[in-house]
């Protein structure tokens, strides 16, 4: 994965969401409009591997968490082409349910 700031677009059977995360070094820091991502992510192009954890910063009702939880870790794998970074997993708390995000690199 290459450095940079990327926006995030992800889905489960529970919904959509969407964010920016930015990597740097092995690192992933990001969020959306409730939830903070911290992790890190090791490999290039087609081995690609990310743990990243989910924290709520916006206590508002109405942001609703895509598992149902606040606090999740997900471990995903996949590719990159392009400045496109596909991902699929799942989370340690919910173990079966699948977890999709496309990364799209907007720039350094």
Known sequence: M?????????????????????????KVRGGNSAFAFIGSYSG??????????????????????????DRVTLTLKGVMTGDIV??????MQLPGVNFRAMLTRLCD
């Open 2 to 26: 290459r450095n940079g700031l990327y926006s995030v677009e992800f889905h489960t059977v529970h919904g959509t969401g969407c964010g920016v995360v930015y990597a740097i070094d092995g």
């Open 44 to 69: 290039t192009h087609d081995d690609i591997v990310v743990k990243v954890s989910t924290q709520r910063h916006n206590q508002d009702p109405s942001f609703k968490p895509l598992f149902g939880v």
């Open 86 to 91: 596909e991902l699929e997993g799942d989370a």
